[in-house]
Structures are given as structure tokens and as C-alpha cells.
Nanobody, 121 residues
Framework: QVQLVESGGGLVQPGGSLRLSCSASGNIVTIFTMGWYRQEPGKQRELVALANSGGSTHYADSVKGRFTISRDNAKNTVYLQLDSLKPEDTAVFYC???????????????WGQGTQVTVSS
């Protein structure tokens, strides 16, 4: 089974920074897209940032200029650097990836378990 595991969440003051990590493991053949979503209680999960295998990136307008996504393909890991954090950034952040596994032999979406980011004074 393919598994995504996030880490790096925590409590930070407004204007502060965090660095989230997500590592993929399991029966992986190819990783296409890796990225991050976030979700507040009672709200829809929303896209934060994506990075494809070719190096292109996409950011939600609400985080553009404040968050930076990067990948270490040798480690099957994606990072999200969160700077200039605001209270409204508070959410569970979920790693997301489109992966071709040796089991399915097809690209499918996978989700991590989530890591809590809380921005508060």
C-alpha cells in the first residue's frame, strides 16, 4: 500500500513560520503530482499548493507570496514552507499525491493523515 505521512505542524504566532514535510512510501512506481490541501472544521478541503514532476508549481491566491512548495524527488518528499502566517491559515493540512503504484499500475490520488497548523497569539 502507498502511504503519505505528514509532519511539521504546530502552534505559531501570527507572522511566524512553519515547515511541513510529507514523505511517500510503499509500492511506488512513479510520483506525478505532490501537493498540499487544508481543511477547517465544517469547511470544504481546499487546494493550497501543487508541484508536478516537471517542476511547475501552483498556489492558491490566498497563500501566494507567503507559502513555498518544493520537492526532493530522491526522498519521495514534498515540503511546504509557510511564512507570514495569519490566524485564518489555521487548519489541518493534508498531503496529496498522484502516484502510480506497482499494485494498481495506474495513477491514483492518495492522501496523508493530516497535520494541524494553528496560528494564534
Amino acid at each position: 500500500q502507498v502511504q503519505l505521512v505528514e509532519s511539521g505542524g504546530g502552534l505559531v504566532q501570527p507572522g511566524g513560520s512553519l515547515r511541513l514535510s510529507c514523505s511517500a512510501s510503499g509500492n511506488i512506481v512513479t510520483i506525478f503530482t505532490m501537493g498540499w490541501y487544508r481543511q477547517e472544521p465544517g469547511k470544504q478541503r481546499e487546494l493550497v499548493a501543487l508541484a508536478n514532476s516537471g517542476g511547475s508549481t501552483h498556489y492558491a491566491d490566498s497563500v501566494k507570496g507567503r507559502f513555498t512548495i518544493s520537492r526532493d524527488n530522491a526522498k519521495n518528499t514534498v515540503y511546504l514552507q509557510l511564512d507570514s502566517l495569519k490566524p485564518e491559515d489555521t487548519a489541518v493540512f493534508y498531503c496529496y499525491s498522484i502516484i502510480r503504484s506497482g499494485t494498481t499500475r495506474d495513477y491514483k490520488p492518495y492522501w496523508g493523515q493530516g497535520t494541524q497548523v494553528t496560528v494564534s497569539s
